[in-house]
C-alpha cells in the first residue's frame, strides 16, 4: 500500500501563495504519475494537476493554469504544489493522489486512472 500525508494548507488573502506538499511513504516503487484535485464544499472533487513519473509531463485544470504549477521529488517521495495569485473560488480541500499505472513519461488526469488518496489539506483564500 501507498501512504499519501499533504501538508502545507491554510488561510490566505485573495492574491497570496501556498506550497502544498505531499509525502509517500509505503510501496512508493509502485507510484508513477501523481496529482492534485480539490473538493469544494457542496461540489464534486475536480481535477487541479498531475505530473508524469519522469516529471517532463504536466497537466493542470483551466482554472489553474498560469497560476499552479506542479513538481515532484522522486528521490523524497514527494509532490508540490505551487498556488500562486490565488483566488476566493480556489477554496477547497486539496487531496494528493498516486497513480500505479507504469508509464513513466505519460501524465494521467482522471480519477479512475490514481490508486490512492491522502487525507486532504484544507486551503481557504478568504479577505
Known amino acids: 500500500q501507498v501512504q499519501l500525508v499533504e501538508s502545507g494548507g491554510g488561510l490566505v488573502q485573495p492574491e497570496d501563495s501556498l506550497r502544498l506538499s505531499c509525502a509517500a511513504s509505503g510501496r512508493t516503487y509502485s507510484i508513477y504519475a501523481m496529482g492534485w484535485f480539490r473538493q469544494a464544499p457542496g461540489k464534486e472533487r475536480e481535477f487541479v494537476a498531475a505530473?508524469?513519473?519522469?516529471?517532463?509531463?504536466?497537466d493542470y485544470a483551466d482554472s489553474v493554469k498560469g497560476r499552479f504549477t506542479i513538481s515532484r521529488d522522486n528521490a523524497k517521495h514527494t509532490v508540490f504544489l505551487q498556488m500562486n495569485s490565488l483566488k476566493p473560488e480556489d477554496t477547497a480541500t486539496y487531496y494528493c493522489?498516486?497513480?500505479?499505472?507504469?508509464?513513466?513519461?505519460?501524465?494521467?488526469?482522471?480519477?479512475?486512472?490514481?490508486?490512492?488518496w491522502g487525507q486532504g489539506t484544507q486551503v481557504t483564500v478568504s479577505s
Open positions: 505530473i508524469s513519473w519522469s516529471g517532463g509531463s504536466t
Open positions: 493522489a498516486s497513480s500505479s499505472r507504469p508509464y513513466l513519461v505519460v501524465v494521467v488526469t482522471k480519477e479512475a486512472d490514481f490508486d490512492s
